[in-house]
C-alpha cells in the first residue's frame, strides 16, 4: 500500500515537473519583432503585400532557404543566438499616427518585442519612433521616406530606404538629363518642353514633405513651379484638384499619392483628357501591384520612382531570386515597398547576428556599426550603413515607367539610372486616347 | 469660363451627392433613426454594379436595376433582421445597432472579396468625354448626374403623387395619428428602409462608372452624405437636394476660385472645411436646416 503511494505520489511530482519545466528547455527561442503596417482602412492593400513581404523574408532567415544566394537563406535562426528564430508580431495602425502610438506601447510593454519595424506612413512611424525613443527599444523603418524623420536626434531610430530628397533629386537629374541627351531612346528635348512644372501632393507628413522638396530642387535646377496643390487623400472627388492642375497646363506633372488618391487622380485626368509631357509618381500609390492591376493600360507612360523594379533581376541575382519566392506564393511581383520590407527585416536578422544578444543596447550599437553589403541586397544598393542620423546612406533611387507591351500588358522598365536603363523612354507622355 | 466650369461639374457631383444621402434621410424622416451602415449600402451597390458587369459581361449602366434591386432587398433585410428589434430598445441601441451593421457589412465585403481596389475597365461611357466649347466633361459622371436627377425625381413623385408615398409622409409627419387612420408603421419603415437602400444602390451602380471600389469606401461619402441630410433639413426631400447640390458645388467652385486668386487657403485641402463651415453657419442660424421642418 505504502509503495502504491510512493509510486503515485512520484507519478503526480514527475506530470508536475513536466507541466513547469518543458518552457525552460523545449520551447524553441524567438525574438519578437513588433511590426506595425496599416493592415485595414483604405491602405489596407499596401499592408498586406507589405506583410507578405515581411513574412517571407522571416521564413528565408528561420528555414534553410535553397536557392537563395544571401548568406542569412542558410542561416535557420539567428547564428550568434543560439538558431533563435525570428517572430514578427503584426500590428495594424490603420493610417493612423495616435494608433500607431498607442501599439508601439503595447508591443514593447505587453508583447515584450526586442524593437520595432514599420509603419509605411510617416505620419505613423512619427509617433511610433518617438515611443520606442521614450522606451529605449531600437526601431528599423523601412519604408518611410519623409526627410524630416532621420533629422531629430533620435537615437534609437534607423532608416534603411532613402528618403524623399534622394528621391526627388534623381527626378531633376532624369528631367535634366532628357535635355542633355542623356535618357535611353530619347534626343536631347529643349528645356522649355519641361520647364513649367505643376505638382499635386496629398497634406499629410509625406505629401508635404515632398512637396516642400520637390519645391527646393526645382529651384535648384531652373524649373518653375506653375502650380502647387495640396489635397486630401480621403477626398471623395478628385475634380478640383484634377482641374486646377490642368488649368495651367503643365509640362510636367508630379504627384505624391497613396493608392486610392493616385487611382481617382488617374481616372479624373483622363476623363478631362489632360494632357502633359511628364507624368511622374512618387512610389506609394503609383508603384504599387495594385496600381496596374486596377488601371491597367491607362499607365501606360507614367513615370514612378521606386527603389526596386523586378527588372533588377537582369543585374542583380538574387533580387531575381526572392523575387521568384514571392511571386510563386502571392502571384505579383516584389515592388519597391515590399522589397523594401524584405530588407528592413533582413536588417533586423543581421542587427541581431552582429549584436549576439537581445539586450537594446547591444542593438543600439549594432544598428551604428552595421554594414550590410550591396551583394546580400536585392536592392540594386551599395549596402546598408548608417550614418549619425540613423538614415541608410548607400541606399539609392530607381525611376521606372510603364510601358505597354505588344502583347498589350504592362511592364515596369527602369528609365534611371541611365546606366542601368532597360527599355527606351517613352517620350512625351502619350495620354489617355 | 473656369468657374462655370467647376460650377457645371460642381452640380454634377452634387447631384450624385444629393442622391447618396437621399436614402440616409428617407430612413432618418420616417423612423429618427441614423444608419451607419448608409456607406455600406452604397459599397455594395458598387459591388453589385462591379461583380454583375464582370460576370454577365454587360456594360456598367446596364447593371443599375440590379444595384438597386440588391439595395431595396438589404435595405428590407436589414429592417425585418434587425432594426425592427432595435426599435424596442433605447436610441443608443439603436445607433448601436447600425453600426454594428455597418463593421459586419464592410468586414463581410473584405472577406468575400478581399482588399484590393476595383476598378471596372469596360463599359459604354467608360474613358470618354464630352466636349462642348470649352467644357469637357467625363460622360460617366455626366450620365450619373442626369440619371441621380431622374432616381431623384422618381423618388420625389413617388412619396409626392401615390397613396403608399403619401402614407409614408404621413408616418413621417406623425406616427401615431397615420397609425390611427390605419397606416402601418411597420410596412412603412420597411418601405423606407427599401426606398434608403434602393436609391443608394443605384447612386453606388453610377458611381462604380468612374470610382474605384474596395470594402470601406463608403466613409468617404457617408461623411458627406450626414453633412447633406443635416443642411437639407432632416427629414426632407426637397432639402436634401439642394443640400447635395451645394456641397457639390462648394467642394468644386472653391478650389478652382482659389487657384484663379492664387489663395492658399482656398486651396484644394480646404475645400471641405468650408464645406462644413457653410454647415456650421447654417445649422447655427437655421437649426432644422435649409428645408427642415422637424424638430
Known amino acids: 500500500m505504502k509503495y502504491r503511494k510512493t509510486v503515485l505520489f512520484s507519478i503526480v511530482v514527475f506530470l508536475s515537473l513536466l507541466l513547469i519545466v518543458p518552457p525552460l528547455f523545449a520551447q524553441e527561442k524567438e525574438i519578437r519583432i513588433g511590426v506595425l503596417y496599416p493592415l485595414s482602412g483604405a ?38 543566438l543560439g538558431g533563435a528564430k525570428i517572430k514578427l508580431i503584426f500590428a495594424d495602425h490603420r493610417g493612423e499616427p495616435d494608433r500607431g502610438a498607442d501599439l508601439a ?29 521614450r522606451y529605449g527599444i531600437p526601431m528599423i523603418n523601412d519604408s518611410s521616406t519623409s526627410p524630416e524623420l532621420t533629422k531629430r536626434g533620435l537615437k534609437w531610430f534607423w532608416r534603411t530606404t532613402p528618403h524623399d530628397d534622394i528621391f526627388n533629386k534623381d527626378l531633376f537629374e532624369l528631367l535634366k538629363g532628357l535635355t542633355e541627351g542623356k535618357v535611353k531612346g530619347v534626343k536631347a528635348i529643349p528645356k522649355d518642353q519641361l520647364k513649367n512644372v505643376a505638382y499635386a501632393c496629398e497634406n499629410t507628413e509625406w505629401g508635404s514633405s515632398v512637396a516642400k522638396s520637390i519645391e527646393g530642387f526645382a529651384k535648384e535646377y531652373g524649373f518653375n513651379i506653375t502650380k502647387k496643390i495640396l489635397y486630401n487623400a480621403n477626398s471623395p472627388d478628385l475634380t478640383s484638384e484634377a482641374k486646377a492642375l490642368v488649368s495651367v497646363k503643365p509640362d510636367v506633372m508630379l504627384f505624391a499619392s497613396y493608392l486610392s488618391d493616385s487611382l481617382l487622380m488617374i481616372r479624373t485626368l483622363k476623363g478631362m483628357k489632360a ?13 504599387m501591384a495594385d496600381f496596374v492591376k486596377t488601371l491597367g493600360t491607362d499607365t501606360n507612360g507614367v513615370l514612378t520612382r521606386t527603389v526596386f523594379i523586378a527588372k533588377i533581376a537582369k543585374v542583380k541575382k538574387v533580387a531575381g531570386q526572392v ?111 | 469660363m473656369t468657374l462655370i466650369d467647376a460650377l457645371l461639374q460642381g452640380i454634377l457631383m452634387g447631384l450624385l451627392f444629393a442622391l447618396v444621402a437621399l436614402g440616409l434621410n428617407i430612413i432618418f424622416g420616417v423612423m429618427n433613426i441614423v444608419n451607419f451602415a448608409h456607406g455600406e449600402f452604397l459599397m455594395i451597390g458598387m459591388y453589385t454594379t462591379y461583380w454583375t458587369s464582370l460576370l454577365l459581361d454587360i456594360d456598367p449602366l446596364l447593371t443599375l436595376p440590379v444595384a438597386a434591386l440588391v439595395g431595396v432587398l438589404l435595405g428590407i433585410a436589414s429592417y425585418y433582421s434587425l432594426i425592427r428589434y432595435l426599435l424596442r430598445g433605447p436610441a443608443i441601441a439603436q445607433l ?174 480646404f475645400k471641405f472645411t468650408i464645406v462644413y463651415l457653410t454647415y456650421f453657419i447654417i445649422v447655427v442660424f437655421r437649426p432644422q436646416g435649409l428645408f427642415g421642418w422637424k424638430n
Not at chain 1, 506583410?51 to 544566394?69: H, M, S
Not at chain 1, 494632357?275 to 508603384?287: I, R
Not at chain 2, 443635416?230 to 478650389?255: D, Q, R, T
Open chain 1, 275 to 287: 494632357s502633359t509631357n511628364f507624368f511622374w509618381g512618387q512610389d506609394a500609390g503609383f508603384e
Open chain 2, 96 to 269: 448601436f445597432g447600425t453600426f454594428g451593421l455597418m463593421l459586419f457589412l464592410r468586414y463581410l465585403a473584405q472577406f468575400l472579396f478581399g482588399i484590393d481596389y476595383r476598378i471596372i475597365q469596360k463599359g459604354l461611357l467608360i474613358g470618354k468625354s464630352l466636349s462642348i466649347g470649352p467644357f469637357i466633361f467625363d460622360w460617366t459622371k455626366l450620365a450619373a448626374g442626369i440619371l441621380s436627377l431622374f432616381a431623384f425625381a422618381f423618388v420625389y413623385y413617388f412619396l409626392n403623387k401615390t397613396k403608399t408615398g403619401k402614407a409614408l409622409q404621413a408616418t413621417s409627419i406623425n406616427k401615431e395619428a397615420a397609425s390611427y387612420m390605419g397606416i402601418k408603421t411597420d410596412k412603412m419603415n420597411a418601405i423606407a428602409w427599401a426606398i434608403g437602400g434602393g436609391t443608394v444602390g443605384i447612386a453606388g451602380g453610377l458611381l462604380a462608372n468612374f470610382y474605384y471600389v474596395y470594402p470601406t469606401i463608403g466613409i468617404l461619402f457617408v461623411m458627406i452624405a450626414f453633412a447633406c441630410v443635416a443642411l437639407g433639413g432632416f427629414g426632407s426631400i426637397k432639402g436634401v437636394f439642394f443640400a447635395g447640390l451645394l456641397v457639390g458645388i462648394l467642394e468644386m467652385v472653391f478650389p478652382v476660385f482659389g487657384s484663379l486668386v492664387n489663395s492658399d487657403f482656398l486651396g484644394p485641402h
Open chain 1, 323 to 433: 523575387n521568384a519566392l514571392y511571386k510563386e506564393k502571392y502571384g505579383d511581383d516584389l515592388t519597391g515597398a515590399t522589397a523594401r520590407s524584405v530588407v528592413g527585416v533582413q536588417t533586423w536578422a543581421y542587427v541581431l547576428n552582429k549584436a549576439g544578444s537581445t539586450d537594446p543596447k547591444a542593438i543600439q550599437k549594432a544598428c551604428n556599426e552595421i554594414n550590410i553589403p550591396a551583394n546580400d541586397l536585392v536592392m540594386p544598393w551599395a549596402g546598408v550603413k548608417f550614418d549619425a542620423t540613423g538614415q541608410n546612406i548607400l541606399g539609392r533611387g530607381l525611376i521606372g515607367q510603364y510601358q505597354k507591351t505588344k502583347e498589350g500588358m504592362i511592364d515596369l522598365e527602369i528609365i534611371y539610372p541611365f546606366e542601368l536603363a532597360t527599355a527606351n523612354m517613352i517620350y512625351p507622355f502619350p495620354g489617355w486616347k
Open chain 1, 105 to 133: 506601447k503595447r508591443l514593447i510593454l505587453d508583447d515584450k518585442v526586442v524593437g520595432l519595424m514599420g509603419a509605411y506612413h510617416s505620419s505613423v512611424t512619427k509617433t511610433v519612433s518617438a515611443v520606442a525613443e
Open chain 1, 43 to 80: 491602405a489596407a492593400t499596401i499592408g498586406r503585400d507589405l506583410q507578405r513581404a515581411a513574412e517571407l523574408t522571416a521564413e528565408i532567415i528561420n528555414n534553410k532557404t535553397p536557392g537563395v544566394d544571401i548568406p542569412m537563406a542558410q542561416w535557420a535562426g539567428i547564428p550568434n
